[in-house]
């Protein structure tokens, strides 16, 4: 018990914090993992997708969990449209969390 109280001590006299915390507080500070995730969503695009389809996709924004993304393929963008729920299923599985609510191709 005393061996914790010294190192609380001596971590608030020093001023030192390790870097993981100092990096998950300036991280929510400026709500970067926001970014960060949208980031990784849009990475995991093309990987849970397939190249085939990258290719086909012009943009790709996240606005309050909809994925809005726009094709350059109506027939495509048609054929996707019928697999929605398995998208959002296989990105969510794909980023760990559920970031994405619904997609919608324009």
């Not at 996707?80 to 619904?102: C, P, Q, R, T, Y």
Request: glycine share 4%; aromatic share 4%; charged share 30%.
């Amino acid at each position: 018990m005393a061996e914790k109280k010294i190192s609380t001590m001596t971590k608030k006299r020093n001023n030192q914090i390790k870097m993981g915390d100092a990096l998950k507080e300036l991280m929510d500070t400026y709500k970067l993992n926001v970014k960060m995730n949208e980031v990784r969503l849009y990475e995991a695009w093309g990987k849970v997708l397939g190249s085939t389809i990258e290719k086909h996709t012009v943009s790709k924004q996240l606005i309050e969990g909809k994925l809005i993304i726009r094709l350059d393929s109506a027939a495509l963008r048609n054929e996707l449209s019928f697999a929605k729920s398995k998208i959002v299923k296989s990105l969510n599985d794909e980023m760990g969390s559920e970031i994405v609510k619904e997609v919608v191709f324009a």
